[in-house]
């Protein structure tokens, strides 16, 4: 099977963006925030004043943290697509039997199916992982009808899935 596909941010995004644990945790946090808001009410009108003095700075810095975790994965997808001249060109993926071999204007590489130590799917992304911090990007929009279940079986045969 031949793919060939250009990357775009929407995929690194894609790729990087908030994982379903981060997404729990900041859902645990806003949660535990919102728990606050029954206690301002209930207190009486001298403690609502040092709870309002106590509680909001801490407010504000968990805040900040949230908003933090959920921007950090897109400011990052922007930095890393600048310095990768690479990842802007076109790619050729033929993925077989025996293994994976990519072509770009740049280069090329082959690969057998053991150097990949597994794979995931992520929204509208195939990860490729050849280790916890790397993988090799193959949107899901570069194949033809039909194809796409057709690499998933391959993937499941070859690579453990993560």
Known sequence: MK???QLTPRDFREAVGPTKARKIMMMLV???LLALIPLYFLASDDQRDELFRNVLPFL??????LA????????TVQRQLAGMPAAKSTMTYEFTEN??????ENGESANTWAIYSKWREKGAVFL????????????KRAFAPGDEEQF???LSSKVKKG
């Open 3 to 5: 793919i060939t596909y």
């Open 30 to 32: 806003l949660l535990s």
């Open 60 to 65: 504000g810095v968990i805040s900040f943290w």
């Open 68 to 75: 933090l975790m959920w921007l950090l994965p897109y400011w």
């Open 99 to 104: 293994g994976v071999s990519c072509r770009t």
């Open 128 to 139: 490729l992982h050849t280790s916890p911090a790397v993988f090799h990007l193959i949107p």
């Open 152 to 154: 998933r079986a391959l």
